[in-house]
């Protein structure tokens, strides 16, 4: 798959609004601010791809990116932003639920979470959505150019020991947009999960 190729396609409000389910897409959720879309300009090499911003609350529809070939990598709103009001998140809750329980086209879900703030409520509600589901779920633990080598990996051996409860559908990693470590493990699982 040519991440490079990716190209905006379309922006949803809810799932009758999302491209036909003909292929196969992943979806990058997390918490506002954890860095989805800055995880999808990094994997793309497309630094304006998906609208990134230091006020949280930025993505706020479903963002469809193209990579041909009727593959799609799907940047969701992130949950958590405090400033929206609270008719706003019930919509929101109800859109996301709706997508996460029936689009058909759905391989996995990138989970993404800042790593100094691993496992937080939505984390941990979409780890036991994903599991119940047996939806694949791949968690990036990024801006871990935030931590210095050792407490990173200290995160990381914190998080695997708490996922153990979750099965072999789940699988977690460091990532950095900003260093672009992690990339290729990331390239992997999505390649293993749009693959035929
Ligand atoms: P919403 O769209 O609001 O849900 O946020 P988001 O999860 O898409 O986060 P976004 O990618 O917009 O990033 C939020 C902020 O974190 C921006 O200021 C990014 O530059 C910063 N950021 C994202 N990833 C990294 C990273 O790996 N390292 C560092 N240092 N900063 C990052
Ligand atoms: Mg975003």
Redesign the pocket.
Known sequence: IRYESAQFLISAAKLSQCPPETGYEVA?A?????????????LTHNKKL???????????LLNFFDLGNSRFLV?????G?AKVPAHMKIQWQKHMEEYLSERQSLRGLVL?MDCRHPLQNFDIMMLEWATESDMPLHIIM?????LKKGPASKQLLMVKKELQQYGENVTVQL?????RDGLTILKNTLNSWLAE
């Open positions: 990058f997390g918490r506002s601010n954890a860095g989805k879309s800055s995880a999808i300009n990094t998906a609208r990134t911003s230091k006020t949280p609350g930025r993505t706020q940047d969701l709103p992130g949950y932003y993404v990024t801006k871990s150019d935030k990532f950095s947009s900003l260093k």
